[in-house]
Nanobody, 125 residues
Framework: QVQLVESGGGEVQAGESLRLSCSAS????????TGWFRQAPGKERDFVAF????????YFGDSVKGRFTISRDNAKNTVDLQMNSLKPEDTAVYYC??????????????????WGQGTQVTVSS
């Protein structure tokens, strides 16, 4: 079992930056491929970014390409999401998810067995 805890959320103004961190504990001997998703009130959970276990592959949702980056430190069991040029439409609860096995596309939430509790990001105009 793997436990995930997100941190770094908060409220910022449009154009500012935030850095989210996902910390893993438990069965972390394997570097799990990890994704970030977000969910706004009344909307479905959307794909934000993915990073492979080695860090060699990354993918981003269309709405965040060029603004967000993802990185990992396997020695610290952390995956970070750097969010720049934030917009009000980025407001959501952000979740990290781990354990992607390749059964589904990386942008599908049902491909990840382990989830954190989420951290709120609010961007004001």
């Amino acid at each position: 079992q793997v436990q995930l805890v997100e941190s770094g959320g908060g409220e910022v103004q449009a154009g500012e930056s935030l850095r989210l961190s996902c910390s893993a504990s438990g069965r972390t001997g394997t570097s799990y491929s990890t994704g970030w998703f977000r969910q706004a009130p009344g909307k479905e959970r959307d794909f934000v970014a993915f990073i492979s276990g080695s860090g060699g592959r990354t993918y981003f949702g269309d709405s965040v390409k060029g603004r967000f980056t993802i990185s990992r430190d396997n020695a610290k069991n952390t995956v970070d999401l750097q969010m720049n040029s934030l917009k009000p439409e980025d407001t959501a609860v952000y979740y990290c998810a781990a354990g992607y096995s390749g059964t589904y596309d990386v942008n599908r939430p049902d491909g990840y067995p382990y989830w954190g509790q989420g951290t709120q990001v609010t961007v004001s105009s």
